[in-house]
């Protein structure tokens, strides 16, 4: 069995030659700040997108320029840390601007990483007659023209992309479990990573921002295989704060998308962050196990009802993952470390855990039956049988039927809900298909596998 991963591609390019606005014009909405001055975007911008049914990572980092202080030298860095994490690479200059030595350095930069590459002429609509020959001394094969701002170009450079950076594919060993520590700089990672370890594997620093790359080591538990992986931390988007290093989100994206199970680690002294509940999100959307970690619980003043006290407030904050289990650790004193361990195996044996067809469509005529689906534009859709999905680490159902793009939001999560109660896949996302029935869907013949 091979799980499919999320390929990753990063905008690079000097500052204003419309990284951004390639960026937005791709997700076909504002996600990037777009501005006449140089060097609007200080931080990375990332975000899930999808072209012809083909789901890619699309990250937008800060211009390219000359690293005068330490702030431009984080910046710098986080393009280096795009080139070095990233599966495609989109080098962009501005097509009216002539070319500069600052964008034959970002071509270098990333055709030394070896990955695919592609220049994208920017802004070409500004240029009355312009000489493509100039662009071939990049050394860089696939050159694409476009006018971000006007949408020009870009389903080209789409269509490409997705034939030369399909789905990643990893062999998945049943044996093996891979765990990642996914939060925000400062949070523990790194010493509940060393206490799972128990060994200093990992360097351990008060100072946030001390995991500079991903440390990973293998752990033997229950016959299983943990494969740990300890992330650099992620800072929110556009705080970048002197002196302190700036880390890219793009090794914790890859980190996530590899992994079977997230380990969300948030710090005792400072909950229910808006970013925890981003990260919550993209773990949840990625498909994977999730344990939410309240991490320094040893540090907080505390007494005997502080738990029961806190526990509801951050299941109310993460209501979108009830199914997440909550553990207060200590990696001083130890507490619930050891924990994490069983929790892990759980979640792994849930998600492996398959559901008989006949059983599938029995649950699902009962749901219809005390509920039947509404939809939208005085479309009623109809919901015909089930499946589940196999050689998906992820447990996937596919629901077949008509009309079910009407299909309501608030029925896809009554179906989730009921199927929950009834098969519980604790600590794990799980995902629905709803697919039109075609003639060459027909349901499939009663058995009892």
Not at 104 to 129: E, F, H, P, Q, W
Not at 309 to 337: K, M, Y
Request: proline share 4%.
């Amino acid at each position: 069995m091979s799980s499919s991963n999320i390929p990753i591609v990063a905008i690079v390019g000097r500052a204003n030659v419309g990284k951004s606005s390639l960026f937005n014009s791709v997700l076909r909405r504002n996600e990037a700040i777009t501005a006449r001055e140089a060097g609007t975007t200080r931080d990375s911008v990332w975000t899930r997108s999808t072209h012809d049914d083909h789901s890619f990572w699309l990250i937008d980092t800060a211009g390219m320029k000359d690293a005068e202080d330490e702030f431009e030298f984080t910046i710098q860095e986080q393009i280096i840390q795009a080139a070095d994490s990233a599966d495609i690479i989109w080098v962009v200059i501005e097509a009216d601007a002539g070319i500069s030595e600052e964008d034959r350095r970002v071509a270098k930069l990333a055709l030394k990483s070896k990955k695919t590459v592609y220049l994208v002429v920017n802004k070409i609509d500004k240029v009355k007659k312009p000489d493509l020959e100039i662009y071939k001394k990049f050394g860089i094969k696939e050159i694409f023209y476009t006018t971000a701002s006007q949408n020009r170009g870009i389903r080209e450079l789409l269509d490409r992309l997705i034939i030369d950076v399909p789905q990643k594919s990893y062999a998945v060993d049943p044996n093996s479990i891979i765990v990642s520590l996914i939060g925000r700089p400062n949070v523990g990672k790194s010493a509940l990573f060393n206490s799972l370890a128990k060994k200093q594997q990992a360097i351990v620093s008060g100072r946030a921002g001390t995991t500079r790359d991903t440390n990973k080591l293998d752990i033997k538990y229950n016959q299983k295989t943990i494969k740990l992986i300890d992330t650099a931390g992620i800072r929110r988007s556009g705080k970048i704060e002197t002196g302190v290093e700036k880390f890219s989100v793009i090794r914790s994206i890859s980190a996530i998308e590899q992994s079977d199970i997230c380990l969300l680690l948030m710090d005792a002294n400072e909950l229910n962050s808006a970013l925890d509940q981003k990260l919550a999100g993209m773990i949840k959307e990625a498909g994977k196990g999730l344990v939410l970690v309240v991490a320094k619980w040893d540090s907080l003043d505390k007494d005997a009802y502080t738990r029961d006290s806190l526990a509801p407030q951050i299941s109310n904050t993460f209501d979108f993952v009830p199914w997440a289990p909550l553990i207060f650790t200590s990696s001083i004193t130890g507490q619930n470390v050891t924990k994490i361990f069983d929790l892990v195996l759980e979640i792994h044996a849930n998600r492996q855990k398959a559901i008989k067809t006949r059983d599938l469509n029995n649950w699902l005529a009962k749901c219809i039956n005390m509920h039947p689906p509404a939809g939208l534009k005085n479309r009623n859709p109809k919901l015909n049988y089930m499946v589940h999905e196999e050689g998906n680490p992820t447990p996937s159902f596919k629901i077949f039927g008509s009309h079910t793009k009407f299909l309501h939001w608030s029925y896809k999560r009554y179906l989730e809900k009921r199927f929950r109660e009834q098969y519980g896949y604790q600590g794990t996302a799980i995902k629905f298909w709803f697919i039109e029935r075609t003639d060459r869907h027909k349901p499939p013949k009663p058995s009892n596998d």
